[in-house]
């Protein structure tokens, strides 16, 4: 099974600053990593997809990269929406998806 | 527009059964993959299962394999998660969700609520 770890577990930020989650695979998945952000109480929202694409209608603040085992998450410029958990997920096994454990975004 | 509403959550005592029920509307149903993905109180989103479009191949994570059955009704545009022999571990709010060619999830339900508990 690929097992995805996520770094850090947790993260306070101000309003403003740029900030990095990264993501790492057990084994190479390509660039099948996506990204979501979840509030309390709601399903996900779907960020990224293959590594580094937008979904549509997420703001440009928003962007992935990475592929093979390493993987990042930045938000350029901290909003107030965008405080949240936010999760990596592995697509490259068809037989059995795999998320990171998340990392809580919270205000400094 | 695309809609996956789940149901047949509730409260239920340890090594009973349950079904769940995700309804799909807005897409040709028969024609994609669907997903199961829980998430206990508090805790992270967990891949559970997946059935492919004709419901002839499913897979499980290990923790739900042999317990829970994933099946799907084209006819009637609804997956199934059959739920046996539940623990207190299980509970947690099951998402349906829908992925895309890449395999990411822009498609999710609003999530049921299972509860194992005595």
């Known amino acids: 099974d690929i097992q995805m770890t996520q770094s850090p577990s947790s993260l306070s930020a101000s309003v403003g600053d740029r900030v990095t989650i990264t993501c790492r695979a057990s084994?190479?998945?390509?660039?099948?990593l996506n990204w979501y952000q979840q509030k309390p109480g709601k399903a996900p929202k779907l960020l990224i997809y293959a590594a580094s694409s937008l979904q549509n209608g997420v703001p440009s603040r928003f962007s992935g990269s990475g592929s093979g085992t390493d993987f990042t998450l930045t938000i350029s410029s901290l909003q107030p929406e965008d405080f949240a958990t936010y999760y990596c997920q592995q697509s490259y096994s068809t037989l059995m998806y795999t998320f990171g454990q998340g990392t809580k975004l919270e205000i400094k | 527009e695309v809609q996956l509403v789940e149901s047949g959550g509730g409260l239920v005592q340890p090594g009973g059964s349950l079904r769940l029920s995700c309804g799909a509307s807005g897409f040709t149903f028969s024609t994609y993959w669907m997903h199961w993905v829980r998430q206990a109180p508090g805790k992270g989103l967990v891949w559970v299962s997946r059935i492919n479009s004709d419901g002839t191949s499913t897979t499980y994570a290990d923790s739900v394999k042999g317990r829970f059955t994933i099946s799907r009704d084209n006819a009637k545009n609804t997956l199934y998660m059959q739920l046996n022999s539940l623990r207190a571990e299980d509970t947690a709010v099951y998402y349906c969700?829908?992925?895309?060619?890449?395999?990411?999830?822009?498609?999710w339900g609003q999530g049921t609520l299972v509860t194992v508990s005595s």
């Open positions: 084994q190479s998945i390509s660039s099948y």
């Open positions: 969700a829908r992925p895309q060619n890449s395999g990411s999830y822009y498609y």
